[in-house]
């Protein structure tokens, strides 16, 4: 397979587009898309400019938008998104580049055309790359660990995701879960909507974070399969008590964070 060739800075003059060429639907998500971009970077969770958050609009077009290539976290907005399609052709922002790597990825999972893949986040940060290099991968051993306790798959990793028919294997290896570890690579999480996707990939970063922590302090103590379950279920069941989509209120939060200390994402 010829792999596209990967642009350079100077072949990346990125597009922007005015709300009123999108709906307000579109215009919604790429604000909160964006969001999303700059409170990765204020995490801490980038590695330089890899690493891809996307979200598929709705609608029979089956169109998703994703990064400029080149773009520092920190420096996306909403009009800087590219819109794409899952044969990886640009649709909206056509002066605009984005990763090769990062459309074999995601376009893999919105491919799936469910309702629960609309948005899928993958990083590279350090606890998750260290996570995903070890034989036992994630322990339940605190409680945002338990979230994933027996609900998570793991990719073998095959090199750089440079080729279309790895796609089929990334679905496979995804399964019915709504979280996957790239074994030797990173961390990719799947969501309804970009609030709970970005709370899964919270938790699923901060469960990386205290392992690594633990292992480095002593020996982890492992959580029990019975009482590992009943976290799972009890922590899902939490969020279904706020009587709002999961990860609303923690994303409405951090939203206003990012507009007292960085509201930029909203151009």
Known sequence: ?????????????????????????????????????????????????????????????????????????????????????????????????????????????????????????????????????????????????????ENIGYHDYEGASLYLDERERIVRSLGSAKALILRNHGLLVTGASVPECFLRLYRLERACQIQVDAAACGTPNLIGAPVATRSRNDLGEFQGMQHVPEGTIEFAALRRKLDRIDPGYRD
């Open 1 to 149: 397979m010829s792999v596209s060739p990967i642009a350079t800075m100077d072949e990346l003059p990125l597009a922007r587009q005015s709300s009123s060429d999108v709906d307000e639907a579109e215009r919604e998500l790429r604000v909160e898309l964006a969001a999303t971009y700059r409170l990765v970077d204020y995490f801490g969770w980038t590695e330089q400019i890899y690493g891809h958050l996307s979200a598929r609009i709705p609608g029979p077009e089956n169109h998703f938008l994703i990064n400029a290539f080149g773009e520092n976290y920190d420096e996306v907005k909403a009009s800087s998104l590219v819109k794409i399609d899952v044969d990886g052709k640009v649709v909206s922002g056509a002066n605009s580049a984005v990763n090769y790597a990062g459309f074999v990825i995601h376009s893999a999972i919105h491919m799936m055309h469910e309702e629960r893949n609309l948005v899928v986040m993958h990083i590279h940060s350090r606890a998750g790359m260290a996570i995903a290099a070890i034989k036992e991968g994630l322990l339940p051993i605190s409680m945002f660990s338990t979230v994933f306790y």
